[in-house]
Nanobody, 122 residues
Framework: VQLQASGGGLVQAGGSLRLSCAAS????????MGWFRQAPGKEREFVAA????????HYADSVKGRFTVSRDNAKNTMYLQMNSLKPEDTAVYYC????????????????WGQGTQVTVSS
């Protein structure tokens, strides 16, 4: 599967953005999907994940209550709605896919998109 993330940009603290991850292929609905982010000088970290059906979701503590992951299997697209953004959310955001249940680590994902930059100004 090929993944392409989009929707990043520059936003003020307290603002919102919605990221999209478009997937190619006809088996999108069989993949668990995840969002990760990487800030300059830091390791890539888990943000959120969704099961293939969207019924099971997981979040990093740092974004819980502010970010919402969802997916539309008919459109082969996953979303990350980000509200109440903070400067510390600034990073390149990546989407990823794997077979099986949602994973919380980068090593669990087989396929990665190219990333989209999110910058939150204070």
């Amino acid at each position: 599967v090929q993944l392409q993330a989009s929707g990043g940009g520059l936003v003020q603290a307290g603002g919102s953005l919605r990221l999209s991850c478009a997937a190619s292929g006809r088996t999108f609905s069989t993949y668990a999907m995840g969002w990760f982010r990487q800030a300059p000088g830091k390791e890539r970290e888990f943000v959120a994940a969704s099961s293939w059906s969207g019924d099971s979701t997981h979040y990093a503590d740092s974004v819980k209550g502010r970010f919402t992951v969802s997916r539309d299997n008919a459109k082969n697209t996953m979303y990350l709605q980000m509200n109440s953004l903070k400067p510390e959310d600034t990073a390149v955001y990546y989407c990823a896919a794997r077979f099986g249940p949602p994973g919380l680590t980068t090593a669990q994902y087989n396929f990665w998109g190219q990333g989209t930059q999110v910058t939150v100004s204070s």
